[in-house]
């Protein structure tokens, strides 16, 4: 063997894909023309950019092919906008699937992907790792199991912060409701009070995406509520608070989810004295000298990738598959890597909470953890040191 191809069997051997490049005789993965064609289905432009999540997994792949690939098998990843049209996002899928000939989808993060083609992820036998899950459907799909906590399970999550280490007795809940989410947000609540035993003191499911807030910032005042959670985003996250402070209203601990932990959050808040935390989907983005955080941080560093929480998922997306395909011998098809999918082992990644697996249920959401962060004068401070994992509901 060749310092060259002893190099790239130290480097495949590093990233856990297990099989010896250069050498034909060793069990490992195995294709046909030298690649492994990969695709997503993301939003990019639109209402949304969620581009940031599929160029993360670009990059983990581009450092993979830079090294060797995969015991030789280079990834062939391709990008695919949806620009949250039906109409395009279905097209987009099938031009993947059936032209492109992709064995999986890995890093997908869209507005409406999962909602529109789950049943055709389904039909085609495809799977996907999605490295966002947004809406409902992403978590509700036999072929569709997302790297990240999602915003139902991180209500459930955070309702248990509030009531296990807050200790908040009257919770009360506001939220924006699009698409399909009703059912979901709703089924959040009811497994926070399962597992707190707890009933929630106001649930609203009315909040505006756009609008004056005064009413719903003085209905929780006046319904004697101790802590509010809500799933609104970055701008309006700043509206809220700065309406909570225009009308002078304390004691009251106002929680948010993921899209709420955002630096331009922190200091637009940086002046408000209202309690405010978010929870996070993995380990927290902000936290630069964290060990959990150093792989992704050098890898994103070498690809010349921002530092925000859509690429972590982006690129857990990328790890998670390639563990996978790295324990495949053979041919890699779209039938074995839905075979190693669902077999698969749960695999552990210090970016997440939670081990991740695909397996063979009807519906996937395998990661159930959160680190809670705290606004303290325009900047984030992880306030759990420790995960906060969330009990299975009984």
């Known amino acids: 063997m060749t310092w060259k191809s002893s190099l790239l069997a130290a480097s495949l051997a590093a990233l856990g894909l297990g099989a010896m490049a250069g050498t034909a005789s060793a069990a490992g993965p195995t294709c046909a023309d030298g690649a492994i064609k990969v695709g997503a289905v993301s939003t990019v432009t639109g209402p949304a950019d969620f581009s940031e999540v599929p160029k993360a997994t670009q990059a983990a792949f581009d450092a993979v092919n ?29 031009d993947l699937i059936d032209n ?10 869209s507005l409406l992907d999962c909602a529109v083609n789950g049943a055709t992820y389904a039909r085609k036998d495809i799977r996907s790792i999605q490295g966002l ?25 955070m309702g248990y912060y509030a009531s296990n280490v807050l200790k908040a007795k009257k919770l009360c809940a506001f939220f924006i409701i699009i698409g399909g ?57 700043v509206q809220l608070i700065k309406t909570v402070d225009a009308q002078k209203i304390t004691g009251i601990n106002w929680l948010f989810l993921a899209p709420g932990y955002t630096e331009q959050v922190a200091k637009a808040l940086a002046d408000s004295p209202q309690p405010i935390y978010a929870g996070t989907e993995w380990e927290p983005y902000t936290e630069t000298d964290s060990a959990a955080n150093a792989e992704w941080i050098a890898d994103m560093k070498k690809a010349n990738r921002p530092l925000t929480a859509f690429s972590q998922g982006g690129y857990l997306a990328a ?45 996937h959401s395998p990661m159930r953890a959160t680190k809670v962060m705290k606004l303290d004068k325009g900047k984030w401070t992880v306030e759990t040191k420790d995960w906060v994992h969330l009990p299975d509901v009984k």
């Open 100 to 109: 492109k000939e992709a064995v999986a989808l890995v890093g997908s993060a």
């Open 319 to 363: 790890q998670m598959f390639l563990k996978v395909v790295g324990g495949i011998d053979g041919e890699v098809t779209r039938d074995s890597v839905n075979a190693a999918l669902l077999k698969m082992q749960p695999i552990s990644n210090p970016l997440a909470g939670s081990p991740y697996v695909f397996g063979e249920a009807k519906t």
């Open 133 to 157: 899950g947004v809406d409902a459907a992403c978590f509700s799909s036999p072929n569709i199991a997302p790297v990240n906590v999602g915003p139902f399970t991180l209500t459930t999550a």
């Open 181 to 237: 989410t009703q059912e979901a947000y709703k089924k959040g609540i009811e497994d926070w009070e399962k597992i707190s035993g707890q009933k929630i003191h106001l649930l609203d499911l009315t909040l505006p995406f756009q609008g004056d807030l005064t009413p719903y910032v003085i209905k929780a005042r006046d319904a004697g509520c101790d802590t509010v959670l809500t799933n609104q985003v970055e701008p309006q996250v």
């Open 66 to 94: 830079a090294a060797g690939g995969i015991n030789g098998c280079k990834i062939d990843y391709t990008i695919a906008d949806d620009k949250a049209d039906p109409a395009v996002a279905a097209q987009a899928a099938r």
